[in-house]
């Protein structure tokens, strides 16, 4: 297994749900990513590990909790999300950061 | 801040060349780099540029001139699978962090 791996690849939440989102590298690489992705906007960043410390936090709402165990796995925790957090989910790394990011296929969310 | 431009759609025809501008204002430039993004998947990295110049790979080639904050992507010998949007970002500040354009959807027709 190779590149960037995500779980679930889609998601459907209640308000009152709490779930995670998996990501996973294989690429040697010594950062991480969480990006949002909704219809008409740019990606945008939430936040950034390098070499598994959290360097970037894109004034995220506390909802949203991230965990980098090690340079391999990132999670996203999700909890009492709203309508609005529905989106597309992508996870990337990249060699360190600022370099060139490679992409998991994303979880589509939908909070209900 | 960071503000990037680039336009949200285009149409070519297939066999044809395409270019697709963006433009960003920011503060600590160190680079630039061109993905593109097919409906429904991951965006996929395919250029990087950092220093004033044309760098080609393949039937895509990217240029940049940092004095006037300006970089296009040009696609040669357009095919019906480069339908795709083509986002461009811009690394910038001490954490050499990446921001991301709105993305140009390109729509090549026969």
């Known amino acids: 297994e190779t590149g960037v791996t995500q779980t679930p690849r889609h998601l459907v939440m209640g308000m009152t749900n709490k779930k995670s989102l998996k990501c996973e590298q294989h690429?040697?690489?010594?950062?991480m990513y969480w990006y949002k992705q909704s219809a008409k906007k740019p990606l945008e960043l939430m936040f950034v590990?390098?070499?598994?410390?959290?360097?970037e936090n894109n004034s995220v709402p506390s909802r949203f909790s991230p965990e980098c165990p090690n340079s391999s796995h990132l999670f996203l925790h999700l909890h009492t999300l709203q309508p609005e957090d529905s989106a597309l989910y992508l996870c990337?790394?990249?060699?360190?950061?600022?370099?060139?990011?490679?992409f998991g296929p994303g979880t589509r969310l939908t909070v209900t | 801040g960071q503000n990037i431009d680039q336009p949200t759609e285009m149409t070519a025809t297939e066999g044809a060349i395409v270019q697709i501008n963006c433009t960003y204002q920011?503060?600590?430039?160190?680079?630039l780099f061109w993905y593109q993004q097919h409906a429904g998947e991951a965006p996929t990295f395919l250029s990087y540029?950092?220093?004033?110049g044309l760098e080609e790979k393949g039937r895509f080639s990217s240029f940049l001139s940092r004095s006037k904050g300006y970089s296009y992507l040009l696609l040669k010998e357009l095919q019906m699978k480069d339908s795709a949007s083509y986002l461009c970002?811009?690394?910038?500040?001490?954490?050499?962090?990446?921001?991301f354009g709105i993305g140009t959807k390109l729509q090549v027709i026969p």
């Open positions: 990337a790394s990249s060699p360190r950061t600022g370099r060139e990011q490679y």
């Open positions: 690429l040697g690489h010594n950062a």
């Open positions: 590990y390098s070499l598994e410390e959290r360097v």
């Open positions: 920011t503060s600590g430039f160190n680079g």
């Open positions: 540029n950092v220093l004033d």
């Open positions: 970002a811009v690394r910038a500040g001490g954490y050499q962090k990446v921001t």
